[in-house]
Structure formats: C-alpha cells, structure tokens
C-alpha cells in the first residue's frame, strides 16, 4: 500500500481545482532530456480526447518543437486511434481518463476497473503502448479510487490549475488564464476538444516559449516526486502525506 494511502483514515471525494514515473520514454531522441530542475518547465495537459481537433494540435506542438500529455477516454481512443498513435510517435506522453468518464467516487469498484482497463486496451490496440498514469475523471478521487489506481500500478496525476478552457470557448481568456497561472513545473488543464483552445495554442507556446518555458510531458515535469502507484499529484485538499 502507498504511503499517500496508508496514511489516509476516512476521507471523502474531494473536488479537485488544481493536477509518475515517467509513462514512456517519450522525450525526442535527438535531444538530450530536459532537466526541470535547472530550467523553467511547464506540463501542458489535455483531456477527454482524442478530440476532433487532435490533428491540428499536434501540428502546431510539432512545428514549436513543444511535448505535451494526453489523458485520454478510452471511448475516443478507439474511435481515433490515429491520433493516438502519432501523439506516441510525436514524443507526447499518454495517460488513462478512463472509457466514458463517469465520476469515480460514485461507481462501483467494477465499474472503475473495467472503465481503466477498457481504455488501456484502447490505446494499447491504437498505439502499441499503455499509460503509466491516470487522471480519475473530473479530477475526483477517494481512498477506494487511490487503491484501484494502485492496483493497476497507476499514480494519479491532478493539475495544478486549468486553463477553464471548457467554459470560457474564448481564445483570449484561454490565453489569458493560462499565462495568468503558468509558473515552473505547472500541471495545466486544457481540452482538445475545445477548438478555441486549439486555434490559440500557436500564440500561446510562442508566448511561453518567450518567457523561457519549455514544454514538456508530466513525466518531466514530476521526476523528482518518486510517486508510487496510487499517489494523488498535486495532493487534493485534505490529504495527508
């Protein structure tokens, strides 16, 4: 059992607003891994796709040389697997976001099983490979949902702030809030499948990459937390280490 777990009595689902060992070795091999301990790092994230507008942001990370993780749905991992397969072949980093996204605090115990190993057989069918990491949906998770993710060898990567992309669907308050809580080592929570996110994202990187970010994958960003399968990153309120 973790020590996150084991150290946890009796807590209830917490609502997560802020987001493992590394889930492949993803970073490019041209170039040397970045080290986010002697230069200012930021970790990208995006939920809930493969969504339509995948392709295109791939495109735009490929052309500003920019890495990124993907929690993906199981549901639209299967129903375009050709994006999952060239977010690995691209150097991105894959986590699990479950198949159909239901909230994990409120499903039974087989329910959050098969919805994870659904979406493990998904993308391993798309791409060859499985996610080391899992975002429980909605960023909701309890101690029962922390020893499922153990069991399946999982850390459970939050965020530390969102972009609130999916509510504002304006390209300039997604910049805007972004760069309002870009900091180093920032987890953010962002969409694919929001389009206003993805139109945006070429002035978004350039404007990171000109206040000396590098953009990296989770894995990168999270080297030095030696998680263990089950760990919630960042801890959700009340949580204990």
């Not at 909230?103 to 994870?116: G, P, R």
Request: proline fraction near 7%.
């Amino acid at each position: 059992m973790s020590r996150q777990i084991s150290s946890l009595l009796a807590i209830a689902a917490v609502c997560v607003t802020i987001a493992p060992a590394p889930a492949f070795a993803q970073t490019s091999p041209k170039k040397a891994p970045v080290d986010c301990s002697a230069v200012k790092c930021i970790a990208l994230t995006f939920d809930d796709g493969p969504g339509q507008y995948a392709g295109t942001l791939l495109d735009t990370l490929k052309k500003y040389d920019a890495k990124a993780t993907f929690f993906l749905e199981g549901q639209y991992a299967k129903s375009r697997p050709q994006y999952v397969k060239r977010m690995v072949a691209e150097g991105h980093e894959l986590g699990n976001h479950s198949y159909r996204h239901p909230d994990f605090t409120k499903s039974s115990e087989a329910t959050i099983k098969a919805e994870i190993q659904q979406t493990q057989d998904a993308v391993k069918k798309a791409a060859g490979v499985e996610p080391k990491l899992l975002r429980p949906p909605y960023g909701m998770t309890d101690v029962r949902v922390s020893e499922i993710a153990e069991q399946f060898g999982m850390p459970q990567i939050l965020w530390t702030a969102g972009s609130e992309d999916w509510a504002s669907k304006n390209v300039e308050a997604i910049q805007k809030q972004t760069l309002a809580v870009a900091k180093p080592n920032a987890i953010i929570l962002m969409h694919d499948w929001v389009k206003q996110t993805v139109d945006g994202m070429p002035s978004l990187i350039k404007t990171l990459q000109h206040k000396g970010y590098h953009l990296v994958t989770v894995s990168d960003v999270i080297k030095e937390e030696k998680l263990e399968p089950g760990d919630a990153f960042p801890l959700p309120q009340g949580w204990e280490q």
